[in-house]
């Protein structure tokens, strides 16, 4: 999941933009509103185009998938009440709770057919349909190979029982299913109103909240949905989302007091929180991967050689230690040690050398593709607005320039730089990938040519893609690890994408939440927090 749309609606908002951001009108606390600065504003509330994590903290509280995440993240039924799977671990057949859609309709499981069918359908043109890959037929109906959606691996056996045959074991899949792409959405609204089902005022939703208000650049709010199956237990009954990208001006509201969580505080305010906000300052290891993806459809990015020479340029630990020091660790590979059963991943083969000597390479292998002191290398290095993400850009343009490499920084919104992303509008920048699920699969998939526009980097290699899809069908999971870490480390050889480091979770969390809890994924779903007085 991305680590960090504009509407015809911010129009009318005129003026009033300019000063939202950070500046946000906030209410006085009572004992069941929670107020999160949430570190970016939503490009959509569909599951099917949403693609970060400050889209999934409210779609998450919105809608329930067949499972969901606990207090602290692990895997429990959610719309699905149980489940079994075959001997061969293709299908899975899951037995719907009763629940309802917000505004009283049942919730089936025509609505989960539908919502995978329409997420799969090529012109719905979804971001993250890839992660779906597992259903059967699946790949082939999104790239528009087969046409007849209904040969999609989804089937309603009668309204509470839900069938789902996949194209290859996953071992993942359960925890797949806490995914927001694998949301039911309500068919009959959509069938009723088209894309303006998503409209707060049009909404309806199978989970413990439903939004009833978005100020694009202010504000989303969400209420407590009553016809929620579990809501005698939900005790919150509003949730005001801010979108907070100046993290500093956030980190002066909540010690005013005026929010209640804050996710991703600007790194050179640890001191003083550690100091004065110990009890609130939460630091705990995330599955998660910070890193440049480098555009390789655009010359001389095209150049291996180049590519290494910049990754090997960056000073990894300088970056952990003396810009950020929060205790995020220098990344050699592109997934993170702690995941899954995947054991020491691939690592880069000069992460042991020194310094001194990566930078007298680095400046070899770019020589060798044409660049020196008479012909620098020019290059823009683009990052969304975050004081974290400027600091990390900056430094890494002045070690860039110790091998003769001048760059261009760009700052842009979160929304805009990740839909330039995904568009290839780019030559060199910042990203950062959140586990969806424990497994090394969900980083190594961003590099197969067939995932679409979350490969920013345009990465296609032949090679790589034959070991993840013997990997896919592998059901010996040493087997299958190995055969990850063999197209890892052909990732790591072509550095598409240069690992800066492994993300730790920096949140801000007043103690008069209750049930929050930290964790690997750092989600923490608002049902199942409370406030105490």
């Known amino acids: 999941m991305i680590r960090e749309v504009l509407s015809s609606r911010q129009n009318a908002i ?59 993240a692990s895997v429990v039924p959610g719309a699905a009440e149980s489940w079994t799977v075959s001997d061969d671990g293709l299908v899975y057949t899951f037995t719907l709770r009763d629940h309802n859609w917000s505004d009283g309709v049942p919730v089936t499981a025509d609505d989960f057919v539908f919502a995978m069918r329409r997420l799969l359908a090529p012109e719905t043109a979804a971001k993250y349909a890839s992660i779906l890959y597992t259903l059967k037929n699946a790949k082939a109906l999104n790239e528009g190979a087969i046409d007849d959606m209904t040969s999609l691996g989804v089937k309603a056996i009668d309204e509470k029982t839900l069938e789902i045959t996949l194209e290859y074991p996953a071992p993942y899949f359960i925890e797949q299913l806490t995914h927001y792409t694998a949301f039911p959405i309500p068919k009959h609204k959509i069938e009723e109103l088209g894309e303006d089902w998503v ?81 609130e300052t939460r630091i705990s290891p995330y599955l998660g991967i910070y890193y440049y993806p480098i555009n390789t459809s655009k010359p001389p990015f095209d150049n291996a050689d180049v590519r290494q020479a910049l990754a090997m340029a960056i000073d990894r630990t300088a970056i952990t230690d003396k810009v950020l020091k929060t205790g995020e660790l220098p990344a050699y590979s592109f997934v993170p040690p702690n995941a899954g059963d995947y054991g020491e991943p691939a690592y880069v083969d000069w992460k042991d050398m020194a310094y001194e000597d990566r930078v007298a390479k680095a400046r070899e292998l770019l020589e060798g593709a044409g660049y020196g002191p008479d012909r620098p290398l020019e290059l823009q290095l683009r990052y969304n607005t975050s004081e974290n993400h400027k600091k990390v850009a900056i430094a890494a343009a002045a070690m860039w320039k110790a091998i003769g490499v001048q760059a261009e920084l760009f700052n842009a919104e979160v929304k805009v730089h990740y839909n330039d992303l995904q568009q290839g509008n780019f030559e060199i920048a910042r990203a950062g990938w959140i586990a969806d699920y424990n497994d ?30 013997e990997a896919d069908v592998e059901t010996d999971p040493a087997a299958r690890n190995s055969l990850m870490r063999q197209a890892e480390a052909i990732a790591m050889t072509e550095m598409p994408n240069i690992p800066i480091y492994y993300y730790v979770s920096k949140n801000l969390v007043s103690t008069k939440i209750q049930g929050y809890v930290d964790n690997t994924k750092d989600i923490h779903r608002t049902r199942f927090l409370s406030l105490s007085e």
Do not use: C
């Not at 099917?48 to 207090?71: K, V, Y």
């Not at 996710?263 to 305010?269: G, I, N, R, T």
């Open 440 to 469: 090394p699969q969900n980083f190594l998939y961003l590099m197969e040519t067939d995932t679409g526009p979350l490969n920013y980097a345009e990465f296609s290699h032949a090679d790589y893609d034959a070991l993840m899809d």
């Open 199 to 279: 409209k707060p005022e049009n909404i309806v939703s199978n989970g413990a909240y439903t939004v009833t208000e978005w100020v694009p650049n202010t504000h989303v709010k969400s209420v407590k949905n009553e016809a929620f199956y579990d809501a005698a237990n939900v005790a919150i009954d509003t949730v005001t989302y801010f979108p907070a990208e100046e993290r500093n001006a956030a980190t002066k509201q909540f010690r005013a007091g005026e929010i209640d969580m804050q996710y991703d505080f600007a790194s050179e305010q640890i001191d003083w929180l550690k100091e004065n906000l110990p009890s």
């Open 14 to 72: 005129g003026l009033l933009t300019a000063t939202a951001i950070g500046l946000f009108a906030l209410s006085p606390l009572t004992a069941a509103e929670l107020r999160v600065a949430n570190a970016g504003e939503p490009d959509t509330l569909d599951p099917h185009h949403a693609s970060g994590t400050w889209e999934n903290r409210i779609i998450g509280d919105m809608f329930l998938g067949l499972t969901t995440e606990a207090a602290d």
